[in-house]
């Protein structure tokens, strides 16, 4: 697997933050806990990228990375978590669906642990990602963590649940690499169907 190119380009606590610039971004999205910071630094090959659990329901802002100076890679803050307090948990809201509204954004990364059951947050992102129009893969987290036969047992499910606009499951796994090149081969026919036909080939609707 080829490693990409990564720099951190900016967080953003407001909507005016955003980038401005067009390119293509990815949206990591998923419950705290998940798994979500390791898998970005393993993606990218990169320790310390995205700050491995850090406290979790505080952070509120939404980390973009600029991937081989071509698309952000954009890690929302984690959802979810019970003991965040209702303030917190509104700003998440606001947050990420303004983000997740804008145009840039051509595809999400659902990422979602298979040994745990999907929460009402868990839906209520599906559902919303479907609304949205948004096309996203569902990462599976911590693969390495079931055997072969769970796994696999655990993918038929989340396939079977997938939404209108969902992609794939791929399993995957920050301790062994399980899944890295083929979430990567995702995100880049994404991002690369952007730069050439500004979103019309991902099957954005307007
Ligand atoms: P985040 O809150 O979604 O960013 O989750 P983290 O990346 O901080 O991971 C949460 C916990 O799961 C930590 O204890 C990680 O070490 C563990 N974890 C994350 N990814 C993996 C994985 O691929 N395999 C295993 N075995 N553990 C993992």
């Known amino acids: 697997m080829r490693k990409p190119t990564v720099r951190f380009a900016g ?12 390119l293509p971004e990815v ?3 998923g419950r705290s806990n998940v798994g979500k910071s390791r898998l970005l630094n393993a993606l990218c090959g990169i320790r310390g990228l995205a700050r491995v659990s850090a406290t979790p329901g505080r952070t509120q802002l939404v980390n973009f990375f600029l991937v081989d100076d071509a698309w952000y890679l954009v890690d929302l803050p984690g959802y979810g978590y019970a003991r965040a307090p209702a303030s917190v948990r509104r700003g998440f809201e606001g947050l990420v669906t303004t983000y997740l509204e804008r145009e840039a954004v051509v595809l999400g990364v659902f990422l979602v642990d298979p040994r745990r059951p999907p929460t009402d947050a868990d839906d209520l992102l599906r559902r919303y990602l479907d609304r949205l129009g948004l096309p996203y893969v569902v990462a599976a987290t911590k693969a390495d963590k079931l055997g072969s036969n769970e796994l696999t047992r655990r993918r038929r499910e989340l396939e079977r649940g997938l939404g209108r606009k969902a992609r794939e499951v791929i399993p995957t796994s920050a301790e062994d690499g399980t899944g890295l090149p083929e979430l990567l081969r995702a995100i880049r026919r994404a991002t690369e169907a952007h730069g050439t036909v500004r979103g019309a080939a991902v099957g954005r609707e307007a």
């Open 27 to 29: 949206a990591f999205l």
């Open 11 to 22: 967080s953003a606590a407001s909507p005016a933050q955003f980038p401005k610039d067009g």
